[in-house]
């Protein structure tokens, strides 16, 4: 793995979490609250100003899942277990048009993405 490639995915990592502009990279976007990798693999996607769903299965660009969970600790969001995987799966089919991706939320606490996965799920 290029050591440019790992500055880029922390680079947009950051952007993405900061809800900012990312740099231009053409393999890896922002289209609206998801990161897509390649245009047609989505790496997370955002719930609410402070929950996000980050995709577990393999991605196509290794170091990407690694620099998106530093970048949500380093603005104090964590992994939270809501145990919620029937709502997530509806999320992600529903938003995302990806069936059986495996999902880890990240936020900052259970409750406050509890209320993100509800409101997602009915609206």
């Known amino acids: 793995m290029a050591a440019d490639e790992v500055n880029v995915d922390h680079a947009v990592a950051m952007?993405?979490?900061r809800r900012v502009s990312p740099p231009?990279?053409?393999s890896v976007q922002v289209e609206g609250d998801a990161l897509m990798v390649d245009s047609w693999w989505p790496a997370a996607l955002w719930l609410g100003p402070t929950t996000c769903l980050v995709?577990?299965?393999?991605?196509?660009?290794?170091?990407?899942p690694i620099a998106l969970e530093a970048a949500l600790g380093e603005v104090g969001l964590a992994e939270v277990d809501v145990g919620l995987d029937a709502?997530?799966?509806?999320?992600?089919?529903g938003r995302l048009g990806v069936l059986g991706a495996d999902w880890q939320v990240w936020s900052s606490d259970v409750e406050v993405a509890g209320?993100?996965?509800a409101t997602a799920v009915s609206g």
Do not use: G
């Open 15 to 17: 952007a993405f979490v």
């Open 24 to 26: 231009d990279e053409p």
């Open 55 to 64: 995709r577990r299965d393999e991605c196509p660009r290794p170091t990407l």
């Open 87 to 93: 709502p997530i799966e509806a999320i992600s089919v």
């Open 115 to 117: 209320a993100a996965i």
